[in-house]
Structure formats: structure tokens, C-alpha cells
């Protein structure tokens, strides 16, 4: 008797637990995001029951992180010079983990109707910096031309600067820096399928990391905390 109890008991929660995966909805994510100091690109995934307003999102972006004090200049007077960034020693990118929560004030039931949240994120931010190179100009005749080595604004003459070497050259030498982030705003869906949709989304993001990241050789132009605006395009599939 109390086999047949617990049989019966087994039975009813996998009915339950059937019955809420089939009443929950789950589409995959893919974005883009322009926002002060750079951008990024996205994958995620976000669910959430049938008719409900409330939905859950997990993913992951990486984009870079420049500073707002950037200036290039170009040398014209040496032969086959690009422009390059002066000050600027480190290349800065940044991964960040997320986990959002949305709530929907309309919802998109049909390709003619456009549905409107809004939305609150948590993010865990891992920026890594690296050095950056430079073509350092050196005139000795009859060999003159161009070396590459790591920018040093202290010790290189910004004259003698002929661009910028490869955004590889020196990645090994790199380090990391963790943070923690917050980010809100508001939502617009659309699209002319129920199963796919495009999403255009507006908010404020703010990362804060342990220490500044070392962006421009000057000390008081880096940040460790980094207010931005942002504006986010994505294309969702597969509820």
C-alpha cells in the first residue's frame, strides 16, 4: 500500500513538472551593444512561463573598453605613418557574465503587436589589459625604419611614432581585473514571426572593478568605476 502511495506521488510530480516545462517559453538571444567607452557583443538565453510577465536571463558578453581621453594624431611627416592613439599603453576587454530579470508591461502576441519591458541585470566583469606596440621610427642611414616596441610616452618621442603594431603583439603580457556591474532599462519587441523577434532595448550600465584599469599611460585618466548609456540590438529565436 504505501509502495503504491509513493508510485502515485512520483507519478503526480512528473505530471507537474511536465506540465510547467510545457507551459514555459525559452528563446536564445544574440546582441549587439554600443554604449561610452566601446561595445559588445552577446549570447544568452531567456525564459520564462506562458502568459507571465516576469522572465529570467542568463548569458555572457565581451567587448572593449576604451577611455574617453583617447586622441589620435598622425605623424604626416614620416613615410607610411598610421594614425595612433597618444598616451594610450593598454588595450582593455572586458567578459561579463550576466543574469537578468525582466518584466513585461505589454506583450507581443502576434507580428503586428509590439511588446514593452523593462529590465534589471547583474554582471560579474573580467577586464584584460595588455600593452600596447608601436612603430618607433629610427632614422639611421642607410638603414632607417621602423622597429616595433612597447609604447612608452616617457621614453618615445611622440614625433618619431609611425602607428600602431599589431593588436596582438604584446596579448601574453596582459592582465586581469575583476569587477561587479548593474545594469536597467526599458525593452521594445517586435517581429514578424511568433518564434523570432527583434528586441531594442536603452538603459544605463555600471561597471566597478578592484582597481583602475590602466587604459592611458597618465594616472588620472584611468577610472576604476565606469558610468555608461547604452543602446542594445537583439535578435531572439526558438520559443
Not at 549587439?32 to 548569458?59: A, I, V
Request: glycine residues 12%; hydrophobic residues 35%; proline residues 4%.
Amino acid at each position: 500500500m504505501k509502495m503504491y502511495r509513493r508510485l502515485k506521488l512520483v507519478i503526480l510530480c512528473l505530471l507537474w513538472h511536465g506540465s510547467t516545462l510545457a507551459q514555459m517559453e525559452r528563446q536564445w538571444i544574440l546582441d549587439g551593444q554600443l554604449r561610452n567607452f566601446g561595445y559588445d557583443l552577446g549570447f544568452g538565453y531567456q525564459q520564462g512561463l506562458k502568459d507571465q510577465s516576469q522572465k529570467k536571463g542568463y548569458g555572457v558578453r565581451i567587448g572593449s573598453m576604451n577611455s574617453p581621453k583617447e586622441i589620435y594624431v598622425i605623424n604626416n611627416t614620416l613615410p607610411g605613418s598610421q594614425p595612433f592613439k597618444i598616451d594610450k599603453v593598454n588595450y582593455a576587454w572586458v567578459l561579463r557574465p550576466y543574469v537578468s530579470f525582466h518584466h513585461d508591461f505589454t506583450q507581443r502576441k502576434s507580428r503586428n503587436e509590439v511588446g514593452m519591458s523593462i529590465f534589471g541585470s547583474a554582471q560579474l566583469p573580467v577586464a584584460y589589459s595588455w600593452p600596447i606596440y608601436i612603430w618607433l621610427y629610427e632614422g639611421n642611414s642607410p638603414f632607417d625604419g621602423y622597429s616595433d616596441v612597447q609604447y612608452n610616452p616617457e621614453i618615445h618621442d611622440s614625433r618619431l611614432i609611425g602607428g600602431t603594431a599589431s593588436f596582438t603583439r604584446g596579448f601574453g603580457k596582459g592582465r586581469f581585473t575583476p569587477g561587479l556591474g548593474l545594469s536597467g532599462g526599458v525593452s521594445l519587441e517586435w517581429g514578424s514571426y511568433r518564434s523570432m523577434s527583434n528586441v531594442l532595448s536603452f538603459g544605463v550600465m555600471t561597471d566597478a572593478f578592484v582597481q583602475k584599469i590602466q587604459i592611458m599611460h597618465t594616472t588620472e585618466n584611468n577610472a576604476f568605476i565606469f558610468p555608461m548609456l547604452f543602446v542594445n540590438f537583439a535578435f531572439g529565436f526558438g520559443k
